[in-house]
Each structure stands twice: as structure tokens, then as C-alpha cells.
């Protein structure tokens, strides 16, 4: 059985000054995450400053979108019961190539995922708002 998440009632992200670009950009149907000018390095969660050199110096870059899933859980009980609908989802840590590990949605078959599968970026409708999610990369 598939759900349609865009009709599912569930609560969104809450975005402030900080995290706007990232969701401005997933609505877009772009992933952005924060590059350190001073050091090179990639960055997520968003943040103020860079967690490897201290510096002040991030900016938001469109990253690839692809990535590789590090980890996952099966969801059979979620935590709002707006979620009870989609039962069993995917939920997983995905490793960026850009190197940031995000926690994000996985697009999957809860009973064909595996740790180490090609991911890519996809915007998807999750209770009307447009969210950053993933889903196997085609091969």
C-alpha cells in the first residue's frame, strides 16, 4: 500500500533566520548546506559558525544531492499520529558526498533498503509542505 504523504497531518520543520536558505532551497527542489570559506569544509546541520575551524565564514552552496544511506530504522510506532498512515516509513542517516551525515526521510520500500544504498535528493510533498527527503539512486 502507498500513502500519499502530501495528505498526511503532520507538524513541519520550524525555520528561523538561520535555517531559511535550507528550507527555501528543498522547496525549490535543490539541497544547499553551508561551506566554510575558511576551511573548505562542507557543513550540516546549519549553523552560526564552523564546528571544524571556528571561523564565521559559511555559505550556502547547492551540494550534489547524492549519498549513501550510513544507517536506518524502520518506523512501525511513530511519534504523532499523523505519521500512523505511512506506517512502516524509512527514516535515515544519509552521508552527503559532499562528507555531513543528515537525518532525513528515505523514499524506499521498508523492506528493500539496505546500509550502503545510492541515494539521491527528492523534494517531496509531506502534509502540503515541500521537504528534503531521499530516495534510491537509479542505477
Known amino acids: 500500500m502507498t500513502v500519499d504523504l502530501a ?16 528550507w527555501q532551497a528543498a522547496e525549490a527542489g535543490r539541497l544547499m548546506i553551508q561551506r566554510c570559506c ?5 557543513v550540516f546541520y546549519p549553523r552560526a559558525i ?10 550556502w552552496q547547492t551540494a550534489s544531492g547524492k549519498g549513501r544511506l550510513k544507517s536506518f530504522s524502520v518506523i512501525w510506532k511513530p511519534g504523532h ?3 500512523i498512515a505511512a506506517t512502516p516509513y524509512v527514516v535515515g542517516l544519509v552521508e552527503l558526498a559532499e562528507g555531513p551525515t543528515m537525518l532525513s526521510h528515505i ?33
Not at 564552523?50 to 555559505?59: F, G, N, Q, R
Not at 521498508?110 to 539512486?137: K, M, W, Y
Open 107 to 139: 523514499l524506499v520500500q521498508a523492506n528493500d533498503v539496505a546500509v550502503g544504498d545510492p541515494l539521491s535528493f527528492a523534494s517531496t510533498n509531506i502534509g502540503g509542505r515541500i521537504l528534503p527527503c531521499f530516495a534510491r539512486e537509479a542505477t
Open 38 to 42: 575558511a576551511c573548505d569544509k562542507w
Open 50 to 59: 564552523c564546528p571544524h575551524c571556528w571561523a564565521d565564514a559559511l555559505e
Open 81 to 83: 499520529p499523523g505519521w
Open 7 to 22: 495528505n498526511l497531518s503532520v507538524p513541519g520543520p520550524t525555520a528561523n533566520s538561520l535555517t531559511a536558505p535550507f
